[in-house]
């Protein structure tokens, strides 16, 4: 949920703005208040939901925002078939890809839990993008563990180069979470003010570590992160 916190929201619009992007892509749609926030930011939201009852919460909460299209889709093929649709426009601009579909399953083999590992490899070979990764642990912030495996670069590296073998990585160096009073800077929503109860519930939910994974070099000075090398 990086649209809870206003350094997040500055850094995906400073990073926008150095490499003109125009196209915002999610994974984990959950209620759709991050494609409502970033619906503002970006000329064309494109997000997937593959609960039942949460792609309906969103599908209706987006509904007039026409600039935002939601599929009912696994993370993994939602990512292939926009690759696929965006190599065949030939489009040669960077896309901004935000991976936030996180779950434990434990019906699922272990090295299956953390989707994020298969969303990766959905996008392999696919350069003109900036992949960001929320719930990431780094040395300010938490992140998510699942099996004792925290969801690290340790973890992450080997298929991000099979996105990119050029990528700089960077991650956040500050947190600062919107509050009940305001959040309407942002977004006037039910569910939202709910996720900010919920991400104050806890210090540590108001601590999550993002990586940003980008195409070329970026001055930190004038964002705040710092790079991992």
């Keep these: 949920m990086s649209w809870t916190d206003k350094i997040a929201i500055e850094t995906i619009k ?25 619906s503002k930011n970006f000329d064309y ?61 434990v019906n699922l083999p272990k090295d299956k839990h953390f989707v994020v590992i298969d969303e990766l490899k959905a996008l392999s070979n696919f350069k003109n993008c900036i992949i960001a990764i929320h719930d990431f642990w780094n040395n300010n912030f938490s992140g998510i563990t699942y099996d004792g495996i925290k969801l690290d670069f340790n973890l992450l590296k080997k298929y ?43 210090p540590e939910k108001t601590q999550r570590g993002i990586l940003y994974c980008v195409p070329k070099e970026i001055d930190v000075s004038k964002y705040n992160l710092e790079e991992i090398k």
């Design 14 to 38: 400073q990073l926008r703005d150095e490499f003109n992007i125009h196209y915002f892509i999610e994974t984990g749609t959950y209620k759709g208040i991050n494609s409502l926030v970033q």
């Design 45 to 105: 939201v494109f997000t997937c939901e593959n609960n039942d009852e949460y792609f309906k919460i969103a599908e209706e909460k987006l509904k007039n925002n026409i600039n935002v299209y939601i599929y009912k889709a696994n993370s993994p093929d939602f990512l292939k078939m926009t690759k696929e649709r965006i190599e065949r426009l030939k489009n040669d601009g960077i896309i901004f890809i935000y991976l936030d579909a996180h779950f434990y399953n």
């Design 160 to 202: 991000l180069f099979n996105v990119n073998p050029n990528f700089k990585y960077y991650t956040n160096t500050k947190c600062d979470i919107y509050t009940e009073e305001t959040l309407k800077e942002i977004v006037d929503d039910v569910d939202a003010t709910d996720n900010i109860k919920y991400a104050w519930s806890k």
